[in-house]
């Protein structure tokens, strides 16, 4: 998402603007850059961005823009993210980061545990999975460090904790070297 689609969400969101005319705007900040040339053998017949009559508010803009605030997706939000780091994102990502969960106090307590770079549907995927600063900490108690995020998710989908781990009669506090 590009800087001029973020100050129209914030401008929609904050409520500046009517939905309608966040959807107007995106229009006019997309038709500013250019289309992909269609792929050989291929005709494009209409745009895809002058489908909705006579408003000249393509439905589809009207469509991301909804979908964006029934997901809470709004100004703050953003800032947020932008405040941890996380940028540049499309309409999509935020919406799948708002919708899983992600937010920056997440974002920082997975840094300082030491995952610095995670990209959005990393995070996504760990929140999605229930891994949270508290999971990550079991499992370094447990002996398990330097894991993947796609570890992370194989280990509690597969229900290693704690209790389980105990059960099993495994050490609690086991050198990770000795695994």
Do not use: W
């Amino acid at each position: 998402m590009d800087e001029a689609q973020v100050k129209i969400l914030h401008m929609v969101a904050d409520g500046t603007i009517t939905p309608e005319q966040g959807g107007e705007l995106l229009d006019l900040v997309d038709e500013e850059q250019p289309e992909p040339a269609p792929a050989a053998g291929f005709v494009r017949r209409s745009s895809p961005r002058r489908s909705a009559g006579q408003s000249g508010v393509s439905q589809e803009a009207i469509r991301r823009l909804t979908e964006a605030s029934i997901h809470g997706v709004n100004a703050a939000f953003i800032r947020e993210l932008g405040e941890h780091g996380i940028s540049d994102l499309s309409l999509e990502e935020l919406i799948e980061l708002r919708v899983h969960g992600v937010s920056g106090t997440f974002i920082r307590e997975m840094r300082e545990l030491g995952f610095d770079h995670l990209t959005a549907k990393e995070l996504a995927e760990l929140s999605i999975h229930g891994i949270n600063a508290d999971f990550v900490r079991e499992m370094v108690d447990l002996g398990f460090v330097d894991l993947t995020p796609d570890q992370l998710a194989e280990l509690r989908t597969h229900g290693v904790n704690r209790a389980a781990h105990e059960a099993a009669g495994e050490p609690v506090t086991a050198d990770a070297e000795e695994r």
